[in-house]
């Protein structure tokens, strides 16, 4: 088991930087951010693996950036250029330790830990 535990989410006016944590209980070598807006399902944001690697939805190409700190088992999300369009609840997420796969395709199904979300409204 792997407790997820997200902070950083706020209010902020388009345009605006937000920066998500989440720290973790142990480590996984998958992990992303998701987000679901009210009426919406949920999406991926991005997904980074232990080494590093990292995917982006094109939504937030150039905007967002993830990062992870192995060492104090964090992952982080850095939120550049708000949109309206970007507020909603933010979750971090890992994969079981044995998949590999870390694309930013792969949907909610495939992730076993989630925290209990962060909001991120924007204002136009």
């Known amino acids: 088991q792997v407790q997820l535990v997200e902070s950083g989410g706020g209010s902020v006016q388009a345009g605006g930087s937000l920066r998500l944590s989440c720290v973790a209980s142990?480590?996984?070598?998958?992990m992303g951010w998701f987000r679901q807006a009210p009426g919406k399902e949920r999406e991926a944001v991005a997904t980074?693996?232990?080494?590093?690697?990292?995917s982006y939805a094109d939504s937030v190409k150039g905007r967002f950036t993830i990062s992870r700190d192995n060492a104090k088992n964090t992952l982080y999300l850095q939120m550049n250029s708000l949109k309206p369009e970007d507020t909603a609840l933010y979750y971090c997420?890992?994969?079981?330790?044995?998949?590999?796969?870390?694309?930013?395709?792969?949907?909610?199904?495939?992730?076993?830990?989630w925290g209990q979300g962060t909001q991120v409204t924007v204002s136009s």
């Open positions: 997420a890992a994969r079981a330790e044995v998949l590999r796969a870390c694309a930013v395709a792969i949907g909610p199904p495939g992730y076993a830990y």
């Open positions: 142990g480590s996984r070598y998958c």
């Open positions: 980074i693996n232990r080494d590093g690697a990292a």
